[in-house]
């Protein structure tokens, strides 16, 4: 019988680092003479984080959506198709950074049954200074997203903590094993964990399911599913029976734009313009094209910080820019960005 192919979930709020430690672990794995593959899932579609997945890993995109809801009944389709057709020795499922890691587990372990798939892993990976604000900032839908992504992993890495004063770790720690007391917890500077990890849970006997899992770690965050359903209230919208809806997914109130430029615009009038943007946008990325420039350019927001790297990629990519946040105006930013291509 086949041997199943090991699957990692990554999950973490929007710019805490998942793709930086999706590259550490790819090339950990190519050094080790074995296949990585990926699965990632973007809100907006277009795929920039998969921009930085080198081209010799196989990769398959599901974008527009959710995996936890508007496209997660393709999972298991996408998962058998990429091994079918790669052989891959591990799989990566990167979910958006808006995606609630309760709601893929079992879409997951469902996809094991067709593909002999096994879940070895629910890694979320915590930005300390968001965490560190939301959680002293109250309830924000924002705060319960990263509540249920704590509360749901078998492993926590605590990124950025050079970001955070050394005296607030603790209690940034403390915090987080209030939601989830069991997960073993590493504190990282860019996700700088050591790789043999994966070969640590990749070896470990038996599979990550979602009963099993709601029923263990989870318990204690109050995680519950039944028959494939989310059954913890705090999933569910106040108004079910007025709008029909059977489940709310905590992570509705995420907006994403994307805004593709017809020409090159301004270095610094785009750099201006992320300057001000409001704080309900906590998270943009972009390929973009400078007039004043001849390189091309990935951009990279998270949380008021930007950062951009120079690319020269094989083939021909869009001037495109995506923006996540909650609640803030599309429209204004639509004609913002707009403006740019109509300076000289």
Do not use: W
């Not at 959506?65 to 996408?78: F, H, Q």
């Amino acid at each position: 019988m086949t041997k199943a192919v090991p699957v990692h979930i990554l999950s973490g709020f929007l710019g805490s680092g998942k793709t930086t430690l999706l590259s550490q672990a790819i090339e950990y794995y190519k050094q080790s003479g074995k296949k990585p593959a990926v699965l990632m899932n973007e809100l907006g579609d277009v795929n920039l984080d998969g921009m930085l997945v080198e081209d010799d890993v196989p990769m398959t995109e599901m974008l527009s959506g959710c995996i936890c809801c508007t496209i997660r009944g393709d999972l298991g389709l996408e998962l058998r198709d990429l091994i079918r057709d790669n052989d891959p020795d591990v799989i990566f499922v990167e979910c958006t950074g808006a995606a609630n890691p309760i709601e893929i587990l079992d879409g997951v372990t469902d996809a094991s049954l067709l593909t002999e798939l096994e879940l070895k892993s629910v890694i979320t990976v915590i930005d300390a200074a968001q965490f560190q604000k939301q959680h002293e900032g109250g309830k924000s839908k924002t705060f319960r997203l990263m509540q249920d992504q704590i509360r749901c992993a078998t492993q926590l890495i605590l990124n950025k903590i050079d970001l955070v004063p050394t005296d607030a770790i603790a209690a940034i720690e403390k915090g987080i094993r209030e939601l989830n007391p069991v997960a073993p917890m590493t504190a990282t500077v860019r996700c700088q964990v050591d790789m043999s990890l994966f070969d640590r849970l990749t070896e470990a006997e038996g599979t990550v399911t979602a009963s099993e899992h709601a029923h263990s770690e989870a318990d204690h965050a109050h995680c519950h599913m039944e028959d494939g359903v989310c059954t913890d209230p705090s999933h569910h919208h106040d108004h079910h029976a007025e709008h029909g809806h059977e489940m709310h997914h905590s992570h509705d109130h995420v907006m994403v734009y994307t805004h593709y430029f017809s020409k090159p615009i301004d270095s610094e009038e785009f750099e201006a313009l992320v300057g001000r943007l409001p704080q309900e946008v906590y998270r943009a990325k972009g390929i973009l094209r400078f007039s004043d420039t001849a390189s091309l350019f990935l951009f990279q927001y998270a949380y008021r910080e930007m950062d951009f790297v120079k690319i020269t990629p094989k083939e021909d990519l869009p001037n495109v820019a995506v923006f996540i946040g909650e609640h803030f105006s599309k429209e204004r930013l639509a004609a913002e960005l707009a403006a740019l291509e109509r300076e000289d």
